[in-house]
């Protein structure tokens, strides 16, 4: 792999919001991962495509330093609109040699700023100049410190994609803060700068340059190239500077354009500098993305949590005896009574088995008593369903992040997720149903052997299948006073009837096989019920392996990073030596000269 791919391997893992939980710092990672991804598709892939492509100059600075008249000035012409009003620049304007117009009116550099000529609409407006040569473009920046938010962030995104900073300051503001953060950051870079003192007061030029000199070193930039443009006093702000004061600039700058050897130096030190800031760049945004994969964790910890809580509910619910209250009660009461049932079982489960026989087999209402037990599981699934949501909701409300999840959600949206699903009682209804199935089909296979074949025969399939879905319930707690006994009664009887019929180790493993069974059918349910909240996060959440993928990354480009292209005017140059000595001295240089 080369450094060219290792960089496009780079850009494909950043090509997605990373930061979509408001955890940490969430916000300066976005930021961060804007940047990254801006300089990647502005300046280090085009550039690394084309090393000899003509250098780009980005002219930056604060409200008011005259970048715009200097812009005018240096070029000889009204390329830009100076003023009065803030911000100014509106539109950055680039100037180019005619030569290099089509390099830039391309896609090669700032592919996503759509180009204009001319007064058309456009993000980026190209004008030609022949006054500095070719090799090089002039790029008039928004103000770094503007009122508008918009173009803040367009001045720091020209600013990534320059080969050289022409930056400009003031006498009067050149101690501000906001542009010293700017210059620590090409400093950080590599970024070849050099700086612009403007409306200097010729009493003031000595000490303000010998201030802004012990700064510059302060901050890491000494020996920085700096111009002096002493205070003028224009007659109109869209005025030039006279051609003295900007001449020293002018002539550097056109030198640089006419130095192909000078340019590449410029070129390769900013990207030298760019690549190793992706060492601690990369790197920090992997950790922010691991804070990120944390905060998911989190939040599907949260709804793990509230949905095994759903299913102790359900648990609970069997075990309680609550499903025996109500009209499941009152359809065995129908036939059963509330008398001293409980005393007289052992002597008469004869006689209640052939009362329970002709409940089954006659006109007894056998299907209410199978339908108000469907019933009682179904609330039971729904209650359970309904208490797990709110418990998930209320957890990512209290979780980093979740809150601001929620509320990018909508209250409408977020209180259908607080509830169970409106499909749950169809859902539940077929499991429940396939649940009875099962139990049937157990009976049908017990009853198959042939010690038990007469004593089935004799209750019927269905009669011994809701005795068993009554003995799944076999436990009282939470009831009292006479609902105890009643509700007691009901599974105790319906469990010595099946002893009588199966014998009681096989009516244990029967109760253990239908309990477990229905327990499966509705984890089933709490799964597809938690999963509307993971399908909350699946399409935010980072793919797995991002922070991997992005370390690996930046080692990658660390140990191809020596490997630029080559600069053809210095091979050109080495042949060109190479063939002169062949011919004795004799031959022609590379721009033909001899």
């Known amino acids: ?95 180019a040699d ?58 720091a995104q020209l600013l990534a994609a320059a080969d050289l900073w022409l930056f400009v300051t003031t006498a009067a503001r050149y101690a501000d803060e906001v542009p010293w953060s700017f210059l620590r950051t090409a400093r950080e870079r590599s970024t070849a700068l050099s700086l612009v003192l403007d409306r200097v007061p010729p009493e003031a030029a000595e000490p303000v340059t010998r201030d802004l000199e012990r700064l510059l070193a302060e901050n890491g930039l000494a020996g920085t190239r700096l111009f002096t443009v002493p205070e003028a006093a224009l007659p109109t702000e869209q005025a030039r500077l006279p051609a003295g004061t900007v001449a020293p600039i002018g002539a550097w700058l056109a030198g640089l354009a006419a130095d192909a050897a000078a340019r590449s130096r410029v070129v390769r030190k900013t990207l030298s500098g760019a690549l190793d800031s992706l060492a601690t760049r990369v790197p920090a945004l992997a950790g922010a993305v691991e804070r990120q994969e944390a905060g998911f964790g989190t939040l599907r910890e949260v709804v793990s949590g509230a949905y095994a809580g759903g299913m102790a509910d359900f648990d609970e619910g069997m075990r309680d005896g609550s499903l025996l209250r109500g009209e499941v009660l009152a359809r065995w009461q129908d036939f059963i009574g509330t008398g001293d049932l409980m005393r007289s079982l052992e002597s008469r489960v004869g006689w209640l088995r052939d009362r329970i026989v002709g409940f089954f087999t006659g006109q007894a209402p056998e299907a209410r008593l199978r339908d108000a037990l ?13 208490a797990a949501a709110e418990r998930a909701l209320e957890g990512w409300s209290a979780a980093p992040g979740g809150a601001v999840l929620l509320d990018r959600l909508g209250a409408m949206e977020a209180a259908r997720l607080g509830r169970a699903a409106s499909d749950l009682g ?130 990658t480009i660390r140990d191809h990073q020596t490997e630029l292209p080559p600069d053809r005017t210095a091979v050109l140059r080495e042949l060109h030596a190479e063939t002169r000595a062949a011919d004795g001295g004799r031959g022609t240089s590379p721009d033909g000269g001899s």
């Open 426 to 555: 169809k859902r539940a209804e077929t499991e429940v149903r396939g649940w009875q199935g099962y139990v049937l089909d157990l009976v049908r296979e017990e009853g198959a052997e042939r010690r038990t074949t007469a004593r089935v025969a004799s209750f019927g399939v269905n009669g011994a299948g809701l005795l068993l879905m009554l003995t799944v319930f076999a436990s009282t707690g939470g009831l009292t006073g006479i609902e105890v006994g009643i509700a007691g009664g009901t599974t105790v009887l319906s469990q010595k009837l099946l002893e009588a019929i199966f014998g009681d180790q096989a009516v244990r493993i029967l109760t253990l096989r239908a309990r477990e069974d229905l327990r499966e059918r509705v984890r089933r349910l709490m799964d597809e019920e938690a999963a509307r909240f993971l399908a909350v996060l699946e399409p935010l959440e980072p793919p797995p392996g991002t922070a991997t993928a992005l370390r690996d990354a930046a080692r």
């Open 374 to 386: 469907e019933t009682g599981v179904e609330a039971l699934i729904r209650g359970s369903a309904d």
């Open 98 to 155: 005619p030569a290099d117009r089509d390099w830039f009116m391309g896609q090669n550099v700032l592919p996503g700023l759509s180009r204009a000529t001319g007064s058309g609409p456009g993000d980026l407006r190209i004008v030609t100049s022949g006054a500095l040569g070719p090799g090089l473009a002039l790029l008039d920046a928004p103000d770094i410190d503007s009122v508008v938010a918009a173009n803040r962030e367009l001045a």
């Open 1 to 95: 792999m080369d450094l060219l791919s290792a960089l496009q391997r780079l850009r494909g893992s950043l090509d997605r919001d990373l930061f979509p939980l408001a955890i940490g710092e969430a916000a300066g990672d976005r930021r961060a991962l804007k940047e990254l991804t801006g300089q990647l598709d502005d300046y280090l892939l085009p550039r690394l495509r084309a090393i000899d492509a003509p250098l780009l100059a980005v002219v930056g600075g604060s409200t008011g330093a005259g970048k715009s008249t200097l812009v005018n000035s240096l070029v000889g012409a009204d390329v830009t609109e100076p003023g009065v009003l803030r911000p100014t620049t509106l539109v950055p304007t680039l100037v």
